[in-house]
């Protein structure tokens, strides 16, 4: 059974940092690419950041762009998220998600229960 | 960057009846595009890939169409279970991948 555990969500202020953790099993993890996506509350789906399975290429949304960090451990089966300079706009429920085999743009099969994180004074 | 674009926001259907969602591309995404369904307080469930391919144990009664910029998801038979979210994302061009704002099937 593949399973996708998030954790390290929480209420953080203003400017400060988070690191959010994918925990994965049940599926090859170092042969796939990966992905965070977030969901503003009552919103629609953003995707945040991609990373290769070997963990040599990422991409970044622009709106999270020098501020955020996708990062993996193949030894571990565990995707990184590394969040700073959090703003307001931040607040979200955050998912990883499955990408492609090796690298490039892809739909997910699978996905996180998600991990919600709050940026607020 | 690649604009998605659902209609309608929200559509009411009746247990029984079919439903049609509709996807737009600002560019030709050539078949490069999922269906997504989400309830409240779950993850998203990939439906449709590929714009017609049925995921891993979806059911018949979803079946997706369309290409170029222009897509549509079919739910034919709405049952009670079906009433939720659903997203189109393109993945084409990327990055960044991009998904559109959402069609919530309601009871009517």
């Known amino acids: 059974e593949v399973q996708l555990l998030e954790s390290g969500g929480g209420l953080v202020q203003p400017g400060g940092s988070l690191r959010l953790s994918c925990a994965v099993s049940?599926?090859?993890?170092?042969?796939?690419?990966m992905n965070w996506v977030r969901q503003a509350p009552g919103k629609g789906l953003e995707w945040v950041a991609a990373?290769?399975?070997?963990?040599?290429?990422?991409y970044h949304a622009d709106s999270v762009k020098g501020r955020f960090a996708i990062s993996r451990d193949n030894s571990n089966n565990t995707l990184y998220l590394l969040m700073s300079s959090l703003k307001v706009e931040d607040t979200a429920v955050y998912y990883c998600?499955?990408?492609?085999w090796g690298w490039g743009g892809s739909y997910s099969d699978f996905w996180g229960q998600g991990t919600l994180v709050t940026v607020s004074s | 960057e690649i604009v998605m674009t659902q209609a309608p926001a929200t559509l009411s259907v009746s247990p029984g009846e079919r439903a049609t969602l509709s996807c737009r591309a600002s560019?030709?995404?050539?078949?490069?595009l999922a269906w997504y369904q989400q309830k409240p307080g779950q993850a998203p469930r990939l439906l449709i890939y590929?714009?017609?391919t049925r995921a891993t144990g979806i059911p018949a009664r979803f079946s997706g169409s369309g290409s170029g910029t222009e897509y549509t998801l079919t739910i034919s038979g709405l049952q009670s279970e079906d009433f939720a979210v659903y997203y189109c994302?393109?993945?084409?061009?990327?990055?960044?991948?991009?998904f559109g704002g959402g069609t919530k099937v309601e009871i009517k």
């Open positions: 998600a499955s990408g492609s």
């Open positions: 990373i290769a399975s070997s963990g040599g290429s990422t």
């Open positions: 049940g599926f090859t993890f170092s042969a796939y690419a």
């Open positions: 994302q393109q993945y084409n061009n990327w990055p960044p991948l991009t």
């Open positions: 560019q030709n995404v050539k078949n490069n």
């Open positions: 590929g714009a017609s």
